[in-house]
């Protein structure tokens, strides 16, 4: 069965720094991962996903994240935090028989903190 | 296109209660699934529909189930209401294939009391 660690369930950077998120999955299958973003009261929003079309996958605000199988991770980085970067961020990894099914099963989460 | 939508966004119930959610896809995705948030376990998978069948279910007792109406639409209902069903409940819709980005609405947050 699928399985997302996320490993640090509180990150604090300050603004412009480096903001690196991790993200370790097991799968069975070759994986599709997903990072969402959550904002206080609000549902989840995609910031990028991997299908195997490229390792280096781009997302929004800035976002990206490298698929290593090796590694088997799927860590979620931005060069340069803003305060707005301050959110809950979750790492998914798509579960289902063969194609069809869409169960996300998902990290516990990570609480990004940004500060001046 | 309009995003996924939700209703009613907060409900309070009493133990014993059922509660009956309601979320309206994006036009044109026909998977709907929904979602279990609470601090302590996180996001869990309750099941999903697609063309008004039950495609796949996660691990909830059968006090949790749901429908899908032929124009995608998809209801959750819990029956006997329990204190540990306080949580956020959120739907997600997609075109149904593994790789497609699920849209997630902004939940429904239901407290038991």
């Known amino acids: 069965a699928q399985s997302v660690t996320q490993l640090g369930s509180h990150v604090s950077v300050s603004e412009g720094a480096l903001v690196l998120l991790r993200c370790n999955y097991s799968?069975?299958?070759?994986?599709?991962l997903f990072w969402y973003v959550q904002y206080p009261n609000q549902g989840l929003q995609l910031l990028l996903k991997?299908?195997?079309?490229?390792?280096l996958v781009k997302g929004i605000n800035g976002f990206e994240a490298e698929f290593k199988k090796s590694e088997t991770s799927f860590h979620l980085t931005k060069p340069s935090a803003h305060m707005r970067d301050a959110a809950e961020y979750f790492c998914?990894?798509?579960?289902?028989?063969?194609?069809?099914?869409?169960?996300?099963?998902f990290g516990k989460g990570t609480t990004l903190s940004v500060s001046s | 296109k309009a995003g996924v939508t939700q209703t009613p966004r907060y409900l309070i119930k009493t133990r014993g209660q059922q509660v009956t959610l309601s979320c309206s896809p994006i036009?044109?995705?026909?998977?709907v699934s929904w979602y279990q948030q609470t601090p302590g376990q996180g996001l869990q998978f309750l099941f999903e529909y697609f063309s008004e069948t039950q495609r796949n279910k996660g691990n909830f007792p059968g006090r949790f189930s749901g429908r899908q109406f032929s124009n995608s639409r998809s209801e959750m209902n819990v029956s006997t209401l329990e204190l540990g069903d306080s949580a956020l409940y959120l739907c997600?819709?997609?075109?149904?294939?593994?790789?497609?980005?699920?849209?997630f609405g902004p939940g429904t947050r239901l407290l038991v009391l």
């Open positions: 799968s069975s299958v070759p994986p599709y």
């Open positions: 991997y299908t195997s079309a490229a390792t």
């Open positions: 998914a990894v798509s579960d289902g028989p063969s194609q069809a099914g869409t169960a996300l099963i």
């Open positions: 036009s044109g995705h026909r998977s």
């Open positions: 997600a819709s997609s075109l149904g294939q593994r790789q497609e980005t699920q849209y």
